[in-house]
């Protein structure tokens, strides 16, 4: 009877997961490696499982609520999983990577003008205004993200995280407060801390500008995943 040899689950190249729970999404992720699933289709179900989180959270009682977070909870593995898949795939591209970036952008501030709008019964107008204001600095956060990837630089390395920790990581404390219905104090504290760190990201980029120069160059610390259509990666 003939044995197949057993093939290593993980090729040699593939660089060690930067968190535990990018380590979890790369073990999870490892039966697609050989088959047509493509991270962008990841990225697709995270954009969407995202997007259904915020409208689920929306709703405004503790049912859909709970629910919202645990569709959060996937969407936000699923953005471990995308990037996994492309590094140990090697379908790494820089189309891809910038297509992950901006989903991500996107499903978190609707999260968080989500949570403000379903707690709209509680606070009033402050709901929505504080998920506004959670979102939007978000939004800008995450747009100088961009410019620190167009500069070659890792938020990581830029603001010199501890290892083992990625900033998105946090996120999932969304799913933890929503299912023991802590949502106000974490719409509070998100209206209060995002604008704050904001302003630490604001400085922080304006010294890896000046340190980088006047002329930037491509991001190479973790370009990403296949073309998309209108993409020029390669």
Not at 16 to 23: D, E, I, L, N, Y
Not at 211 to 224: D, E, F, I, L
Request: glycine share 10%; aromatic share 10%.
């Amino acid at each position: 009877m003939n044995k197949r040899r057993c093939e290593p689950a993980v090729p040699t190249s593939a660089p060690p997961p930067r968190t535990p729970m990018h380590a979890v999404a790369r073990w999870c992720i490892l039966p697609l490696v050989k088959t047509s699933i493509t991270p962008n289709h990841i990225t697709h179900l995270r954009l969407l499982t995202g997007i259904g989180a915020a409208v689920a959270f929306g709703v405004g009682n503790y049912f859909w609520s709970a629910w919202g977070g645990a569709i959060f909870f996937i969407s936000t593995m699923l953005d471990r999983a995308d990037g996994e898949l492309a590094r140990v795939a090697n379908r790494a591209t820089p189309g891809g990577h910038w297509y992950d970036l901006a989903c991500d952008m996107i499903v978190n501030v609707l999260v968080f003008l989500g949570i403000g709008v379903g707690l709209r019964e509680q606070m009033g107008w402050w709901g929505p205004v504080m998920g506004g204001v959670a979102g939007l600095s978000v939004g800008v956060t995450f747009l100088i993200v961009f410019r620190l990837h167009a500069l070659g630089t890792h938020p990581s390395t830029a603001f010199k995280l501890p290892i083992y920790f990625d900033l998105d990581d946090s996120l999932f404390l969304v799913s933890f407060c929503a299912w023991l219905k802590g949502l106000l104090p974490l719409l509070v504290a998100s209206a209060i801390a995002a604008p704050l760190f904001l302003i630490i990201v604001l400085w922080r980029s304006r010294q890896v500008a000046t340190q980088a120069g006047s002329n930037p160059v491509p991001c190479t610390t973790s370009p990403r995943r296949e073309q998309i259509p209108g993409s020029n990666a390669v």
